[in-house]
C-alpha cells in the first residue's frame, strides 16, 4: 500500500508563510506527479499546485506569484511554499500522488494524504 503523510499547517496571520510538506512511502514504482489540492468549509475540494516527475509544474490562477511547489524524486516527496497568505486561503490542504506501484503494472493510481489544516487570520 502507499501512505501519504503531510506536515507544516497551522495558523499564521495575513501576509505570513507556510510551508506544506508531504512525503509517499510504501509500494512506490515511480511517482509521475504529485500535488496540493485545498478545501474550504463549504466549498468543494479544488486544485492548488501540480508538479510532474521532470518539474513541470502547474498553479491556480488565485495562487500564481505566491505558492511554490517542488519536489523531491529520490524522497518522493513534495513540498508547498506558501507566501503573503490570505484569509481565503484558509482550507484543509491535501497532498496528492499519482503512483505506479509495481514494474508490471502500466496503469497509475491516485493516492491522497489525510489533510492538514491551514487557517490565516489575525
Known amino acids: 500500500q502507499v501512505q501519504l503523510v503531510e506536515s507544516g499547517g497551522g495558523l499564521v496571520q495575513p501576509g505570513g508563510s507556510l510551508r506544506l510538506s508531504c512525503a509517499a512511502s510504501g509500494r512506490i514504482f515511480s511517482t509521475n506527479a504529485m500535488g496540493w489540492y485545498r478545501q474550504a468549509p463549504g466549498k468543494e475540494r479544488e486544485l492548488v499546485a501540480t508538479i510532474t516527475s521532470g518539474g513541470v509544474t502547474n498553479y491556480a490562477d488565485s495562487v500564481k506569484g505566491r505558492f511554490t511547489i517542488s519536489g523531491d524524486n529520490a524522497k518522493n516527496t513534495v513540498y508547498l511554499q506558501m507566501n503573503s497568505l490570505k484569509p481565503e486561503d484558509t482550507a484543509v490542504y491535501y497532498c496528492?500522488?499519482?503512483?505506479?506501484?509495481?514494474?508490471?503494472?502500466?496503469?497509475?493510481?491516485?493516492?491522497w494524504g489525510q489533510g492538514t489544516q491551514v487557517t490565516v487570520s489575525s
Open positions: 496528492n500522488a499519482d503512483i505506479r506501484i509495481s514494474a508490471l503494472i502500466t496503469r497509475t493510481m491516485s493516492y
